[in-house]
């Protein structure tokens, strides 16, 4: 079974960086498409980033383009998301989610998924 585990969110100051991590495990992820998602309460889980394991193919959101940067460590098999430039409107809990083939940015098609981890950035 697929696991996947968030690491590394807290508080930081606008401008300021953050790495998340997400460890996954109980699969052959190279295959996979990584994906990190966003969510404040109220709205709807949004697309961040993603990343084709194998290929290293990624995509982001206009919103966050020439900010963040995703990336895997094959050896540890683990996604991060550095994120740089950060803007109060980062502010949300980050998931990291997993699916089998292409990268798609509707969190409806990731199969697996994190518990999430909070980055708030205060103005």
């Known amino acids: 079974q697929v696991q996947l585990v968030e690491s590394g969110g807290g508080s930081v100051q606008a401008g300021g960086s953050l790495r998340v991590s997400c460890a996954a495990s109980?699969?052959?992820?190279?295959?996979?498409?990584m994906g990190w998602f966003r969510q404040v309460p109220g709205k709807e889980r949004e697309f961040v980033a993603a990343?084709?394991?194998?290929?290293?193919?990624?995509r982001y959101a206009d919103s966050v383009k020439g900010r963040f940067t995703i990336s895997t460590d094959n050896a540890k098999n683990t996604v991060y998301l550095q994120m740089n430039s950060l803007k109060p409107e980062d502010t949300a809990v980050y998931y990291c989610?997993?699916?089998?083939?292409?990268?798609?940015?509707?969190?409806?098609?990731?199969?697996?998924w994190g518990q999430g981890t909070q980055v708030t950035v205060s103005s």
């Open positions: 989610a997993a699916r089998f083939g292409i990268i798609l940015i509707t969190w409806l098609e990731y199969d697996y």
């Open positions: 109980g699969g052959t992820f190279s295959r996979y498409t």
């Open positions: 990343i084709k394991w194998n290929a290293g193919t990624t």
